[in-house]
């Protein structure tokens, strides 16, 4: 496509909406796509259910985030041979589990709440190290000497 629209000379048109997003907002929408799969997900878990998660999005989040029904994300780590168009088949299938609709219910989408009112998943991340940060200062004074550090 990008071929043809060189040859036909649409060059401006291919810079403007395919290299300049490319070099710019792809990498940023890709990384919050990235840390909102697998970051956070794995605290204290052992089980291969919980090292990865799907993304409830609405509206233009889900229209630009769940290409291919990338969002769709667990279902791609517990079974990497589905292909792509049948992954809603298979969530829909692996929803008659309740632990596996239980952790699929968590959450909603990168950063809009899912369609019941769920957090957004970097409300979640941002909630999750919150605490972890007052924990580790919390030790922090526990084991400080003292006048050091105050909780």
């Known amino acids: 496509m990008v071929v043809y629209a060189l ?11 395919w ?3 490319y070099l710019t907002s792809f990498h940023i929408i890709g990384w919050f796509i990235e840390m909102s799969e697998h970051c956070s997900s794995i605290e204290n878990q052992t089980v291969n259910l919980h090292m990865a998660r799907n993304r409830r999005s609405c509206n233009i989040e889900k229209w630009l985030t769940a290409i291919n029904n990338d969002n769709y994300h667990l ?12 992954l809603p088949e298979a969530h829909a299938i692996r ?6 609709a239980a952790h699929c219910s968590e959450t909603g989408g990168i950063f809009q709440p899912g369609p019941n009112g769920e957090p ?3 409300k979640l991340i941002r909630d999750q190290n919150r605490k972890r940060f007052a924990q ?12 050091e550090i105050q909780c």
Do not use: N, Q
Request: charged residues 20%; proline residues 9%.
């Open 7 to 17: 040859i036909y000379g649409y060059f401006s048109e291919v810079v403007l909406l």
């Open 19 to 21: 290299v300049v997003p």
């Open 75 to 86: 279902d791609h780590h517990l079974d990497p041979t589905t292909p792509f168009w049948r």
């Open 95 to 100: 929803m008659g589990d309740t632990v596996y």
């Open 120 to 122: 957004s998943i970097l």
């Open 136 to 147: 580790s200062e919390c030790r922090a004074e526990k084991y400080a000497t003292p006048g």
